[in-house]
């Protein structure tokens, strides 16, 4: 009944309201649905739990797709709307341990020079447990820049955070990520890594 | 290893910026001044940017995602075609409560000034025309409105109201702080007052049907005042008589003006 009295809202003959939300809902699923699940992905460091909050952020967007303006700005949105989801699921769920890191002990563990760590980049299985090290005010930024590619003004925006703290955040990401795997190098296995990190205590990143 | 902390500080925030952001060309070009080895080190940045994006984007992605994420919209709802409608409703409704409330308060408050303007009319009448004196004695309503007109400032039109009443003459007076055209009349049982005034001077209606306003006044009279008040356009009047005249009898109408 209402969907006809909304017909042809836009001009186009036959589209209801319902059809162009639809439509733009699933030109979001298309271009943005793998980006937030490997972000969630990255974020969580959990499958299951990216794949719940990717269905709970597109179910939330669904929901409200009426309050997004402008389609073009749909990806900020969707990253908004997993942020908020996020948040929510941490307040919801007793928090996850998450890993430590006694960061000025690692600085102290990994002086190594020799560690390559690019080539410690490529084990996933390292690069997982070195995000998880990190604290997720540092994780989001730098996830949103390296792995989405926003820019850092746009990350600034996202976070709603100044242009200055992203750039250190990223920096200190960055710091803490090398130090993590020059320590995950010294300890010379994953397993080994994450017994570490779960007997060290956490670090304040 | 570069011994400016801050330089390293910089070269590690920078390195996230785009190749475009200003701030990154004018590091880049300050860095060309320095050694080798920090021009190294800003190379590393870089490439351990580019090996940051490679290897973070390595994630499986479930194959039925997508077919996932679309079947929500088939299962559930937008929540906006019960709230937005809703919203719809609840601004209608405030906005008609919004109007019906200003109407009823610019009624009342037209009501109110309605029957100040009256009330201070038959004070006027009771207490302060001087056993009603007149500067022209006049009979005709022309000759009348030609005299009074640049004494009061605004035209002076006087209206017919018949009912018997004869014209005796008017003068200039002041109704509250408002300069009005005052002109006497009488008939058998008495005198009446009858002030011209100009409606907006009194934050009144344009066209106000005439109206009667009761008063108490004289205190104690067995038969109070009463006035006839309406307004015309740019002019209103107000017409009182004197204690014991059923001024009700007189019942104005409007148009009773005669348009020059």
């Given at each position: 009944m209402g969907l006809v009295a909304d017909a042809s809202w836009d001009g186009t003959p036959g589209m209801t309201r319902i059809d162009r939300d639809r439509r733009i809902y699933e030109d979001l699923v298309r271009s943005h649905g793998g980006n937030l699940y490997r972000f969630a992905y990255r974020l969580c460091g959990d499958a299951d739990m990216a794949d719940d909050l990717v269905q709970e952020t597109f179910f939330e967007a669904w929901r409200s797709i009426h309050s997004l303006r402008d389609p073009e700005s749909g990806r900020s949105w969707l990253f908004q709307i997993l942020r908020h989801r996020r948040a929510h699921g941490i307040r919801d769920r007793s928090r996850r341990v998450q890993p430590t890191a006694d960061l000025e002990r690692l600085v102290d563990v990994a002086d190594n020079a020799g560690v390559d760590v690019l080539a410690k980049l490529s084990n996933q299985e390292l690069l997982r447990l070195a995000l998880e090290a990190l604290n997720e005010q540092y994780r989001e930024p730098f996830l949103l820049v390296f792995l989405e590619d926003f820019t850092c003004r746009e990350t600034a925006e996202l976070l709603s955070i100044p242009l200055g703290t992203v750039l250190s955040r990223i920096h200190r990401a960055r710091q803490f990520l090398r130090r993590f795997l020059r320590q995950l190098d010294a300890a010379d296995e994953p397993q080994a890594a994450r017994t570490h990190g779960q007997h060290e205590g956490k670090g304040s990143l | 290893m570069i011994d400016d902390k801050n330089l390293q500080q910089e070269m590690g925030e920078v390195a996230a910026l785009p190749p475009s952001d200003p701030r990154r060309r004018d590091l880049e070009l300050r860095l060309a001044e320095h050694p080798s080895s920090t021009i190294e080190q800003w190379r590393d940045l870089l490439l351990e940017n580019d090996s940051f994006r490679d290897h973070l984007s390595k994630v499986d992605i479930p194959q039925d995602l997508e077919n996932r994420l679309v079947a929500v919209a088939k299962v559930a709802s937008p929540r906006r075609r019960v709230m937005a409608r809703l919203g719809w409703v609840l601004v209608a409704a405030a906005a008609a409560t919004l109007m019906l409330s200003t109407q009823l308060m610019s009624r009342y408050k037209a009501s109110a000034r309605m029957r100040t303007v009256a009330l201070l009319a038959i004070n006027n009448h009771l207490n302060h025309l001087e056993n009603h004196a007149v500067d022209m004695k006049a009979t005709e309503k022309k000759e009348l409105e030609r005299a009074l007109s640049p004494m009061v400032g605004f035209q002076v039109v006087v209206p017919a109201?018949?009912?018997g009443l004869e014209l005796a003459g008017g003068r200039k007076c002041k109704l509250g702080t408002h300069t009005v055209a005052f002109t006497l009349w009488s008939d058998f049982a008495g005198d009446y007052s009858l002030f011209q005034f100009q409606t907006d001077r009194f934050g009144l209606p344009t066209t106000i049907q005439p109206k009667l306003v009761r008063s108490t006044q004289p205190a104690g009279a067995e038969h109070p005042c009463g006035a006839w008040i309406w307004t015309e356009g740019a002019y209103g009047y107000v017409l009182t008589g004197d204690?014991?005249?059923?001024?009700?009898?007189?019942s104005p109408r409007s148009g009773t003006v005669e348009t020059k």
């Open positions: - | 109201l018949g009912n204690p014991g005249i059923h001024i009700q009898r007189l």
